[in-house]
């Protein structure tokens, strides 16, 4: 295989490693928005009377195991994705690299360097993305009460027509994530956005690193989209086909999410006395 068809080639397993876990985790998290909706047709359909409040804690039973089901299936993804698939997309910018530089694999390993590396993204990214795990399961028990005292204030005063659950859908939106601006996105784009930018940074950080542990390099040269800026999209320092050094390309392995920078290795030419250029 040459070069270049090897490179796409690492592109698209990665994409198709992002899109995979993406997945992933939707499928996980719709355990809870699935919930969220038997919950309220649930209660929608309790009528007053003696058997309410039995069946209004039956409910709240069956919506208090689905919740402790996404903790584990979220939980068991975000295990899996720190200990095993993040050193995976490290070690593939890695090859990526070796593969520019038309070098073997087998000259890398585990190097001290690269296992402190990968520690230190993987702990930084588990610890993201159980934090928004803990996020979601303190909004869901906030809707639970929500809905429960709206149902059994709907027995208690014999009253029909008081429980709305497209209301209540609204004012918690359990298929949506929060930013730190406030703004509501579906879990689908938010995971998306936040594993792409975790993989894809990830396997640069292998890059840049490899470029300096095997290939000796002391520098590198950015590939990045022609409007991109370094630091962020709107940096005016441009990225694309810039040579940086390796620890400001450590420190900048990504932009942004979806970003698409990739790294080269740059290789400093001798002069013709046979001292560096």
Known sequence: ????????????????????????????????????????????????????????????LVFQRSIADFNRAVGAFTERWAATDLPLAYREGAFGMLDRADRPRRMWSWTARHQSAITTLSSQYYADLMGRLQEALRRAQAFLRAAVDAARARASRFEYGSFNRDTLRDEHPLGTVIYANDARHPVEAWAGAALTWQAVTTANAGAVATAYEQLACTQVKVRDGSGCGWRNHGDPDKADGTIRDIDDALAHPTAHSHCIREFLPHFERPNFLGAPA
Do not use: E, K, V, Y
């Open 1 to 60: 295989m040459t070069t270049p068809t090897r490179r796409r080639t690492l592109r698209a397993r990665l994409m198709a490693f992002i899109n995979d876990a993406t997945s992933r985790i939707t499928a996980a998290w719709r355990i809870l928005t699935t919930a969220q909706n038997r919950l309220l047709d649930a209660l929608a359909a309790i009528r007053p009377g003696r058997s309410a409040s039995a069946r209004i804690r039956a409910a709240q």
